[in-house]
């Protein structure tokens, strides 16, 4: 599973159940969920800096 953060990091998880990517993707905080769920268990691995890290002026965008 890859995973796009807002700084532009894109970081890749290894062997992610389905039911955990499907409940990823359902969950209302993709932050929390990664955090809670996914962070200390499926070894995220970065893989490559995307895009530039918004500005503070710019405005937020999500997973």
Same mark, same amino acid.
């Given at each position: 599973?890859?995973i796009l953060f807002r ?24 932050? *929390? ?7 200390? *268990?499926?070894?995220?691995?970065y893989i490559q800096q ?14």
């Amino acid at each position: 599973m890859d995973i796009l953060f807002r700084s532009g990091k894109l970081y890749r998880c290894f062997s992610v159940p389905e039911d955990i990517y499907k409940a990823f993707l359902a969950a209302p905080s993709k932050g *929390r969920f990664f955090n809670a769920r996914i962070k200390n *268990r499926y070894q995220p691995r970065y893989i490559q800096q995307v895009r530039p890290a918004p500005s503070k002026a710019a405005p937020p965008f999500h997973l």
